[in-house]
């Protein structure tokens, strides 16, 4: 389905977006678990989810950090992260491709709520 997507906006657009599925059941189930639950996770700490497109080639070890960003948990093909944000800007996400790759899209804790609940 991802590959469909991506083939019709080629077509349509002439251009292509990374474009990652994944299900509203499987989303909830995320939730539901809490991943952050067994970190020390500052509360001026945003949380976030990255999903890979497929499953990491290899597993880091963890955490992985960068300048207050930590990579926390690899759950399948999800990433859970936790950053302060910084005046250095988004970090976070160089660590994340850095360790994962480009082909990655990244949510906060709070949109992915905002999804399941819609």
Do not use: H
């Amino acid at each position: 389905m991802e590959r469909k997507a991506e083939a019709s906006m080629q077509q349509v657009l002439g251009r292509t977006f990374l474009t990652i599925i994944r299900q509203v059941d499987d989303l909830s189930l995320l939730l539901e678990t809490d991943p952050y639950a067994d970190y020390s996770v500052s509360p001026e700490a945003k949380r976030v989810i990255s999903f890979l497109r497929d499953l990491p080639v290899t597993a880091p070890a963890l955490p992985v950090e960068l300048d207050g960003a930590r990579v926390l948990r690899v759950v399948g093909r999800e990433v859970f992260t936790a950053y302060v944000p910084s005046a250095n800007g988004p970090v976070f996400m160089k660590l994340l491709e850095r360790t994962f790759g480009a082909e990655i899209t990244t949510r906060t804790w709070g949109t992915v709520k905002k999804c399941v609940g819609a």
